[in-house]
T-cell receptor, first 113, second 117 residues
Framework: KQEVTQIPAALSVPEGENLVLNCSFTDSAIYNLQWFRQDPGKGLTSLLLIQSSQREQTSGRLNASLDKSSGRSTLYIAASQPGDSATYLCAVPSGGGADGLTFGKGTHLIIQP | DTGVSQDPRHKITKRGQNVTFRCDPI?????LYWYRQTLGQGPEFLTY????????KSRLLSDRFSAERPKGSFSTLEIQRTEQGDSAMYLC???????????????FGEGSRLTVL
């Protein structure tokens, strides 16, 4: 059974800092990995999708890397802004013939102005 | 296309009542997923459709839950005889998938928040 762990569970940093969010998963036979952002009481917004054949993806100030063999992914946020405050979730296919996604519990990020 | 839309956004009901949620996916997407999320947790998979076929159901989906996607477009999730433990955010997502194992990139709606009194 796929399990996803996100570290840290919460993070509070001053505006302008670069930061790294971590995601690990137990079943490395994944097709892709997706990072999402969730604002309080809202749905999830897709940030980045990394295919298993890729090692990283970039979108603006966000960069996500994938090390499939070690079961890890990182989300790097450069020059953080207060508007980046949200919960960040990673998700991977559940595996074992299942076609859903398994999510971590997320990292709750606060950027202090 | 305006993305995935869900209705209603909020529903308050009394224990024992039935509720139904609707999801309209992105039009060219062949897959539609339902997830449930409680406070402080990541979304948990409930079920998904490929076109009109319901291909997988989680063990979380008890007999009181039923989902349909009759014409491969919109979907409904019905909960019968609601219980307080059903209180959660019900999220719908859609994607285009080329085959087994490839979920495609999921796009979520804003969710339907259910409160059972």
């Amino acid at each position: 059974k796929q399990e996803v762990t996100q570290i840290p569970a919460a993070l509070s940093v001053p505006e302008g800092e670069n930061l790294v969010l971590n995601c690990s998963f137990t079943d490395s036979a994944i097709y892709n990995l997706q990072w999402f952002r969730q604002d309080p009481g809202k749905g999830l917004t897709s940030l980045l999708l990394i295919q298993s054949s890729q090692r990283e993806q970039t979108s603006g100030r966000l960069n996500a890397s994938l090390d499939k063999s070690s079961g890890r992914s990182t989300l790097y946020i450069a020059a953080s802004q207060p508007g980046d405050s949200a919960t960040y979730l990673c998700a991977v296919p559940s595996g074992g013939g299942a076609d859903g996604l398994t999510f971590g519990k997320g990292t709750h990020l606060i950027i202090q102005p | 296309d305006t993305g995935v839309s869900q209705d209603p956004r909020h529903k308050i009901t009394k224990r024992g009542q039935n509720v139904t949620f609707r999801c309209d996916p992105i039009s060219e997407h062949n897959r539609l997923y339902w997830y449930r999320q409680t406070l402080g947790q990541g979304p948990e998979f409930l079920t998904y459709f490929q076109n009109e076929a319901q291909l997988e159901k989680s063990r979380l989906l008890s007999d009181r839950f039923s989902a349909e996607r009759p014409k491969g477009s919109f979907s409904t999730l019905e909960i019968q005889r609601t219980e307080q433990g059903d209180s959660a955010m019900y999220l719908c997502a859609s994607s285009f998938s080329s085959g087994t194992g490839d979920t495609g990139e999921l796009f979520f709606g804003e969710g339907s928040r259910l409160t059972v009194l």
